[in-house]
């Protein structure tokens, strides 16, 4: 599987993305607005000292031009602390002029007289802002046409407009660090129930092909709905699969039924000590055979029954144990070997939750591994509670299991070559499926191996 | 199985599938019929219930390839005499076979004879060799119940149960005396009682 891009991301970038275009948009038309904004509000300003200096323009009795720098300009002057502001009154008829020499002139041309126009030039290479207006002195004499030109540094102006750039900035980069941090959580609230649905998933058993049933909200209601169909159709081949095992271990049961009763037969009849122990080899696999059947059949019913957790109910282990030892106790009795059971508990208090097939199985095969290695000889199996747990205990006086070897038997994995077959492991299984264990344990009562079982204890009143 | 049967003496007729098993037991009466449970054609449980509709009383053993003990003793329920699960082993059958004709016959003649032992229900008395061997009432019970069920194993449970009359409180202690004076009169009868702690007593014949 490869590992695609991450939706989170994905609707991070399709959300901000867009958002930082539009801030950056709205970043420009800001400047531009706070430059216009600055520039009308000081070139007003601009406009009062031209029209002061306009009003105090005057032409003394020679006919020349004067100007008398009046108070407010002066106040002006001082309240723009860093900036410069310089001033030049041209006379037109002379081109003689009071004040700066230079400044920049004539970039605009003003309609009409009294009304400055405005434009940006370099004084002193620095760059100003310069009022420009024509006006007319009348004095005594004749009208003279003068320019004042007033051009002031824009070092204020350039720092408001970046003061208003930098509000703007700092707001849109608030919005786009919340407006990111709230997609980012809300993406991840919103992807809960995919989580929710994960973690029901990857909690699953491999046994649990039950439907996903638990509320989901419609967007993610098509893939449960796929899943849910995935898993019923697996569920549907696995039962299939068990049942067909099922049914050729039934099949099987028939004809090898016949090979070992005339196995049984021809050795009676057969008198030559060769052919007797050669159909006594061919009997002994034959029972092996048989008896892996079985084993393949229980764990074949062991699978198809653990989905189904309606199978559950109250079992006795006492009886069970006792019913399965009477049925086989005459069989065993023939083969030399003793069973005996040994209830530690009052009659009818060992009370587990568990479905009746899988346990009388668990213990038939555990009785059977038993019998196996003690043969002839005794095997005891006891029972007692111990912390919550109902305990039964399979002891038999044959050679023992090596813990190493018991280990490997009761693994979910087993290796026939241990010996124990599938028996031990579908035992382990079984327990484990009913939430108990079992274990290779010391024996007590007698010299070879002990097997024991532990399964929940549960009170008959949960039964109701 | 049919030459099993035939090798120990008896007269075997066999049929492959449920329809012509219920055929053959309209035509005629046997003995001893053993029903496999999984028939083509009809199944046993319906060949069984059928037979004992007729109100025949032949032994009837089962044959199951169910393993639940649940689903084994359902064929008893409905009139088998005795089951036994497949596969099974040679010898264990032919027990089987026994006990369940020496009950058949107990029955029907009123007296069960099991190789040099014998019981005499009408007489409530018992034979070893034809001589009658004395015993009380509660071994003879004792006996009676172990004998009926010969070849399986008997809850202590139920040995109390065929000997308290009732309201009477018997201890287990009273039981394992009682089974402990019977072996000894049973002794070179040819049977043993064997007790299986904690599962019951099982009474078999020395020799098998």
Same mark, same amino acid.
């Given at each position: 599987? @490869?590992?695609?891009?991450?939706?989170?991301?994905?609707?991070?970038?399709?959300?901000?993305?867009?958002?930082?275009?539009? =801030?950056? @948009?709205?970043?420009?038309?800001?400047?531009?607005?706070?430059?216009?904004?600055?520039?009308? #509000?000081?070139? /007003?300003?601009?406009? *009062?000292?031209?029209? =002061?200096?306009?009003?105090?323009?005057?032409?003394?009795?020679?006919?020349? !031009?004067?100007?008398?720098?009046?108070?407010?300009?002066?106040?002006?002057?001082?309240?723009?602390?860093?900036?410069?502001?310089?001033?030049?009154?041209?006379?037109?008829? @002379?081109?003689?002029?009071?004040?700066?020499?230079?400044?920049?002139?004539?970039?605009?041309?003003?309609?009409?007289?009294?009304?400055?126009?405005?434009?940006?030039?370099?004084? &002193?290479?620095?760059? #100003? &802002?310069?009022?420009?207006?024509?006006?007319?002195?009348?004095?005594?004499?004749?009208? #003279?046409?003068?320019?004042?030109?007033?051009?002031?540094?824009?070092?204020?102006?350039?720092?408001?407009?970046?003061?208003?750039?930098?509000?703007?900035?700092?707001?849109?980069?608030?919005?786009?660090?919340?407006?990111?941090?709230?997609?980012?959580?809300?993406?991840?609230?919103?992807?809960?129930?995919?989580?929710?649905?994960?973690?029901?998933? &990857?909690?699953?058993?491999?046994?649990?092909?039950?439907? !996903?049933?638990?509320?989901?909200?419609?967007?993610?209601?098509?893939?449960?709905?796929?899943?849910?169909?995935?898993?019923?159709?697996?569920?549907?081949? $696995?039962?299939?699969?068990?049942?067909?095992?099922?049914?050729?271990?039934?099949?099987?049961?028939?004809?090898?039924?016949?090979?070992?009763?005339?196995?049984?037969?021809?050795?009676?009849?057969?008198?030559?000590? #060769?052919?007797?122990?050669?159909?006594?080899?061919?009997?002994?696999? *034959?029972?092996?055979?048989?008896?892996?059947?079985?084993?393949? $059949?229980?764990?074949?019913?062991?699978?198809?029954?653990?989905?189904?957790? *309606?199978?559950?109910?109250?079992?006795?282990?006492?009886?069970?144990?006792?019913?399965?030892? /009477?049925?086989?106790?005459?069989?065993?009795?023939?083969?030399?070997?003793?069973?005996?059971?040994?209830?530690?508990?009052?009659?009818?208090?060992?009370?587990?939750?568990?479905?009746?097939?899988?346990?009388?199985?668990?213990?038939?095969? %555990?009785?059977?591994?038993?019998?196996?290695?003690?043969?002839?000889?005794?095997?005891?199996?006891?029972?007692?509670?111990?912390?919550?747990?109902?305990?039964?205990?399979?002891?038999?006086?044959?050679?023992?299991?090596?813990?190493?070897?018991?280990?490997?038997?009761?693994?979910?994995?087993?290796?026939?070559?241990?010996?124990?077959?599938?028996?031990?492991?579908?035992? *382990?299984?079984?327990?484990?499926?009913?939430?108990?264990?079992?274990?290779?344990?010391?024996?007590?009562?007698?010299?070879?191996?002990?097997?024991?079982?532990?399964?929940?204890?549960?009170?008959?009143?949960?039964?109701? | 199985?049919?030459?099993?049967?035939?090798?120990?003496?008896?007269?075997?007729?066999?049929?492959?599938?449920?329809?012509?098993?219920?055929?053959?037991?309209?035509?005629?009466?046997?003995?001893?019929?053993?029903?496999?449970? =999984?028939?083509?054609?009809?199944?046993?449980?319906?060949?069984?219930?059928?037979?004992?509709?007729?109100?025949?009383?032949?032994?009837?053993?089962?044959?199951?390839?169910?393993?639940?003990?649940?689903?084994?003793? =359902?064929?008893?329920?409905?009139?088998?005499?005795?089951?036994?699960?497949?596969?099974?082993?040679?010898?264990?059958?032919?027990?089987?076979?026994?006990?369940?004709?020496?009950?058949?016959?107990?029955?029907?003649?009123?007296?069960?004879?099991?190789?040099?032992?014998?019981?005499?229900?009408?007489?409530?008395?018992?034979?070893?060799?034809?001589?009658?061997?004395?015993?009380?009432?509660?071994?003879?019970?004792?006996?009676?119940? %172990?004998?009926?069920?010969?070849?399986?194993?008997?809850?202590?449970?139920?040995?109390?149960?065929?000997?308290?009359?009732?309201?009477?409180?018997?201890?287990?202690?009273?039981?394992?005396?009682?089974?402990?004076?019977?072996?000894?009169?049973?002794?070179?009868?040819?049977?043993? !009682?064997?007790?299986?702690?904690?599962?019951?007593?099982?009474?078999?014949?020395?020799?098998?």
């Amino acid at each position: 599987m @490869t590992v695609g891009r991450s939706i989170r991301r994905q609707l991070t970038i399709w959300l901000i993305g867009p958002l930082l275009l539009v =801030s950056g @948009t709205l970043l420009v038309t800001t400047f531009f607005e706070a430059q216009e904004r600055a520039t009308s #509000v000081y070139d /007003r300003m601009l406009a *009062a000292v031209a029209l =002061s200096f306009a009003q105090h323009v005057y032409v003394d009795g020679n006919g020349e !031009i004067g100007v008398k720098l009046p108070f407010s300009i002066l106040a002006y002057w001082d309240s723009l602390s860093d900036e410069h502001l310089y001033y030049a009154v041209v006379d037109v008829r @002379t081109s003689s002029s009071i004040g700066y020499p230079g400044l920049p002139v004539g970039l605009k041309e003003p309609d009409e007289l009294g009304v400055p126009v405005y434009y940006q030039g370099f004084y &002193r290479d620095t760059p #100003v &802002r310069v009022a420009y207006m024509k006006g007319i002195a009348g004095g005594v004499g004749e009208a #003279v046409p003068y320019n004042v030109i007033v051009a002031e540094t824009m070092g204020q102006r350039t720092a408001e407009t970046h003061s208003m750039l930098l509000h703007s900035a700092i707001r849109l980069t608030l919005l786009v660090v919340v407006a990111s941090a709230v997609v980012w959580f809300g993406v991840y609230r919103g992807l809960r129930p995919l989580r929710n649905l994960e973690r029901s998933v &990857r909690r699953r058993s491999p046994e649990d092909l039950r439907p !996903i049933s638990y509320e989901t909200p419609p967007e993610t209601k098509a893939l449960v709905d796929a899943l849910n169909g995935f898993i019923a159709r697996l569920r549907h081949s $696995l039962e299939a699969l068990e049942d067909f095992a099922g049914n050729v271990g039934h099949q099987l049961r028939t004809p090898l039924g016949v090979i070992r009763a005339n196995m049984s037969l021809a050795m009676r009849y057969e008198t030559d000590p #060769v052919k007797r122990e050669l159909l006594n080899d061919a009997a002994t696999s *034959a029972y092996d055979l048989s008896h892996l059947i079985d084993q393949l $059949l229980l764990m074949s019913r062991a699978r198809a029954r653990r989905a189904d957790q *309606a199978k559950f109910e109250i079992i006795d282990l006492g009886e069970v144990l006792a019913d399965i030892m /009477r049925e086989d106790a005459p069989v065993s009795a023939r083969a030399g070997l003793e069973l005996e059971l040994e209830q530690n508990e009052p009659e009818s208090s060992l009370f587990v939750a568990a479905d009746t097939v899988l346990i009388e199985g668990l213990f038939q095969n %555990l009785l059977d591994n038993a019998k196996r290695y003690a043969a002839p000889g005794n095997v005891v199996v006891s029972t007692h509670r111990e912390s919550g747990n109902a305990v039964v205990i399979f002891q038999d006086d044959g050679p023992g299991i090596d813990p190493g070897v018991a280990d490997a038997a009761f693994s979910r994995h087993p290796q026939f070559a241990v010996g124990h077959g599938l028996g031990l492991a579908i035992c *382990a299984d079984i327990a484990r499926h009913f939430g108990g264990s079992i274990a290779l344990v010391k024996s007590h009562k007698l010299k070879g191996a002990a097997i024991k079982v532990c399964l929940p204890l549960c009170h008959q009143g949960d039964n109701d | 199985m049919a030459r099993a049967l035939e090798h120990i003496g008896h007269v075997v007729d066999a049929v492959g599938c449920g329809l012509e098993a219920d055929a053959a037991l309209v035509a005629e009466s046997f003995d001893l019929v053993v029903l496999d449970l =999984s028939l083509p054609g009809m199944d046993g449980l319906d060949v069984l219930r059928e037979l004992r509709s007729r109100g025949s009383d032949a032994a009837v053993i089962v044959l199951t390839a169910r393993t639940s003990l649940k689903d084994r003793v =359902s064929g008893l329920d409905i009139g088998a005499d005795d089951y036994i699960a497949k596969p099974f082993d040679l010898t264990e059958f032919e027990a089987r076979v026994r006990a369940v004709l020496r009950r058949r016959t107990g029955k029907t003649r009123k007296i069960i004879k099991s190789g040099r032992l014998s019981f005499d229900f009408d007489g409530r008395r018992v034979m070893v060799d034809g001589a009658i061997v004395d015993m009380p009432k509660r071994e003879l019970d004792i006996l009676e119940a %172990l004998l009926c069920r010969s070849g399986r194993v008997v809850p202590k449970s139920d040995l109390i149960e065929a000997i308290s009359s009732f309201g009477e409180d018997l201890s287990e202690k009273a039981i394992e005396l009682y089974i402990s004076r019977l072996r000894k009169r049973l002794a070179g009868s040819g049977h043993a !009682i064997r007790a299986l702690r904690g599962i019951g007593y099982l009474l078999d014949e020395e020799n098998q």
